[in-house]
T-cell receptor
Framework: GAGVSQSPSNKVTEKGKDVELRCDPI?????LYWYRQSLGQGLEFLIY????????KSGLPSDRFSAERTGGSVSTLTIQRTQQEDSAVYLC?????????????FGNGTRLTVT | GNSVTQMEGPVTLSEEAFLTINCTYT??????LFWYVQYPGEGLQLLLK?????DKGSNKGFEATYRKETTSFHLEKGSVQVSDSAVYFC????????????FGQGTRLTINP
């Protein structure tokens, strides 16, 4: 079956521009997570959506970062006024329910390069 | 805050060698512990997990035991294969009910035939 799909796979943008990254989770998965993987910081949690609950935004590094999840399915991570330190691989993951018994399924990520 | 420290790589072994990748953690509560693997060109995937002290997670010949007394979750395999070449991440879940994972820095493993 289809896994978690992320687009684009690669994005190069100029400093100061806004970018949108998209995640299509596995159908029926209620939980959706964004992480980022960078050379300096490793893998970091960004934001978590669970069903219709308010998202947990505790990992977002600044107010330039925001995310939404429409209709409980597709999610978009937006970075405004990009900076060079935003360069990283942005990973999306989904799981079928709350709790540690449901494994996270990760997408292949979007590699963002800010020039 | 919570943190995970894992053995620095890269690690290079010959096929059929014994593998250990060390992982220790710092946590205020009773986290769940995970090993994730990232094969070349693929996304992160769960390798194994343990949710309470003394639990042993196992998969594909890999094992790790949740040791509360030493705050460790070392990954072991008795006989590695070339196909095990990948980056391995140890992680803990801070919050029950949500997998806000805290990851180690990753260990790149290369197995030579």
């Amino acid at each position: 079956g289809a896994g978690v799909s992320q687009s684009p796979s690669n994005k190069v943008t100029e400093k100061g521009k806004d970018v949108e990254l998209r995640c299509d989770p596995i159908s029926g998965h209620t939980a959706l997570y964004w992480y980022r993987q960078s050379l300096g910081q490793g893998l970091e949690f960004l934001i978590y959506f669970q069903g219709n609950s308010a998202p947990d935004k505790s990992g977002l590094p600044s107010d330039r970062f925001s995310a939404e999840r429409t209709g409980g399915s597709v999610s978009t991570l937006t970075i405004q006024r990009t900076q060079q330190e935003d360069s990283a691989v942005y990973l999306c993951a989904s799981s079928s329910r709350r709790g540690n018994n449901s494994p996270l399924h990760f997408g292949n990520g979007t590699r963002l390069t800010v020039t | 805050g919570n943190s995970v420290t894992q053995m620095e790589g890269p690690v290079t072994l010959s096929e059929e060698a014994f593998l250990t990748i060390n992982c220790t953690y710092t946590a205020t509560g009773y986290p769940s512990l995970f090993w994730y693997v990232q094969y070349p060109g693929e996304g992160l995937q769960l390798l194994l997990k343990a949710t309470k002290a003394d639990d042993k997670g196992s998969n594909k010949g890999f094992e790790a035991t949740y040791r509360k007394e030493t705050t460790s979750f070392h990954l072991e395999k008795g006989s590695v294969q070339v196909s095990d070449s990948a980056v391995y991440f140890c992680a803990l879940s801070e919050v029950q009910g949500a997998q806000k994972l805290v990851f180690g820095q990753g260990t790149r493993l290369t197995i030579n035939p």
